[in-house]
């Protein structure tokens, strides 16, 4: 059928591409740590259990994006199981990148020491597979030792610091996986934190600040930053700024106050992508989220004249796109903007992909370029046991006009994956986004939906 040709560049001018906070609606992730590499935006993070009463957690997930809009699941690399001296509390990890070598830097419970420990995986891409690098803790024995942060400055020296409520840090060597010496502690005074360590403090008087956990260390233009949960539980994002990469730091105030995030703790991370500014953090806020149920979100931001931060507060919209969708290469359904209902799991052929697909369910992808014509067809790769169901493919809203359809028969198996293709009709060219509603009997799970594509008329 031909395309609406009258409303399409309405519709495109008017589409306000926005990602939607937080930023991933499959399962909660938490303690964001952002990473750039090769032109993509890395996002580490915890994993809060369903309905959990306290941070049982037990593995760290990768997440990814190249236009801060549509987010990919890349699973879970690492867990618990990957280091057999750990065996609790998978908290707030940090990647980073030498040398075309990928260190994860994780805090987890010690069967060692039966307090926390800091852990060290190495892998050969940014989504793993990763393997603990060293077969032990690099750090461990104190309950505090917690949320690692890694820095490396320009003349290659690396820096891991970590802590709650005292703040280490140590020199790491060269082959970021040892150090030596002492793991040094940072006297935390009113000046340095906006308040002195517990032991020094004058009773009764008011401070502002309190270091208390969730350390994130870099560098920027000569100056280095150190940004961390602050003020007891609940949490507001501050940071401090010194000239040297361990101090003296001067107390710079708060970034994310206090705010109504549903959730008493917080997390911040920070990067540059695309030429923008991007502060990561969490919140409790998606549906059944809660304080042991967070989720990250990310806000673009820029730094005033003189490098210090402005206020950033959580909105629900999130950063802008900042660029558009392809959809005529294969795309993973696990590339999501929004969805509903729906989970991802993962398969060592094919990798992850979305399952629990129920009727009424929904994925929505953002700003998604189909250029000067509209595409012939619409190819997706399911699998069914039962009996299917099927893919409404719709633009612009949920309730928008079908473009194409997919019917999914039974395939034999929850992972018997098939690929299916059907015609496109209807406006389809310009910029659009596009959700993906599944559709069939009401109750079971239907099918499990592993990529798509659109493709050009020949
Ligand atoms: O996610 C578990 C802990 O909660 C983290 O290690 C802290 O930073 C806080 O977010």
């Not at 929505?364 to 399911?382: E, L, M």
Request: proline letters at 6%; charged letters at 20%; hydrophobic letters at 35%.
């Amino acid at each position: 059928m031909k395309k609406s040709l009258l409303l399409t560049p309405l519709l495109t001018y008017f589409t306000i591409v926005q990602a939607e906070n937080p930023c991933v609606q499959t399962c909660f992730t938490t303690d964001p740590a952002p990473m750039v590499h090769d032109g993509r935006l890395y996002v580490y993070t915890g994993h809060d259990e369903n309905k959990a009463d306290f941070f049982w957690m037990q593995e760290w997930r990768v997440y990814s994006t190249e236009d801060l809009v549509n987010w990919t699941d890349h699973g879970s690399p690492l867990a618990i199981e990957d280091f057999d001296w750990g065996d609790d509390r998978a908290w707030a990890p940090q990647c980073v990148e030498r040398n075309g070598k990928f260190y994860f830097y994780v805090p987890l419970h010690s069967k060692l020491s039966g307090a926390m420990a800091i852990g060290v995986a190495v892998g050969d891409s940014p989504t793993g597979p990763f393997k603990d690098a060293i077969g032990k803790p690099l750090a461990d024995g104190s309950w505090d030792y917690i949320d690692p942060t890694c820095f490396i400055d320009d003349d290659g020296q690396a820096y891991l610091y970590w802590g709650n409520p005292e703040i280490y840090y140590v020199r790491l060597n060269e082959d970021m996986i040892s150090f030596d010496g002492e793991i040094q502690k940072i006297e935390q005074t009113e000046e340095s934190f906006g308040k002195p360590a517990f032991s020094i403090e004058e009773k009764n008087k008011k401070y502002h600040g309190t270091y208390t956990e969730g350390p994130w260390f870099y560098k920027r233009n000569g100056n280095y930053y150190l940004l961390y949960a602050a003020g007891g539980i609940p949490e507001r994002i501050s940071y401090s700024v010194s000239d040297s990469p361990t101090g003296p730091w001067k107390f710079m105030g708060d970034i994310m106050p206090l705010c109504d995030t549903g959730s008493f703790t917080n997390h911040c991370g920070v990067c540059d992508y695309e030429g923008k500014s991007y502060f990561f953090y969490h919140t409790g806020n998606l549906p059944g989220g809660g304080g042991f149920g967070r989720s990250f979100c990310v806000e673009e931001f820029e730094y005033n004249a003189d490098g210090s931060f402005p206020e950033i507060l959580p909105t629900k919209e999130g950063a802008k796109a900042v660029k558009a969708f392809d959809p005529y290469r294969q795309n993973e359904a696990e590339t999501i903007a929004w969805s509903e209902g729906v989970t991802t799991e993962p398969n060592d052929i094919t990798g992850v992909y979305v399952s629990d697909i129920h009727n009424g369910d929904f994925i929505k992808v953002a700003n998604v370029d189909f250029g000067d014509n509209s595409p012939a067809s619409f190819s997706a790769v399911v699998a069914s046991a039962l009996r299917g169901g099927k893919i409404e493919v719709r633009l612009d809203s949920k309730d928008g006009h079908v473009i194409s359809e997919i019917s999914v028969p039974h395939t034999g198996g929850w992972e018997n994956w098939i690929q299916l293709e059907s015609p496109v009709s209807g406006l389809s060219d310009g910029i659009h986004d596009l959700y993906f509603v599944f559709t069939g009997r009401k109750g079971p799970k239907l099918f499990n939906f592993d990529k798509w594509q659109f493709h050009k008329a020949n």
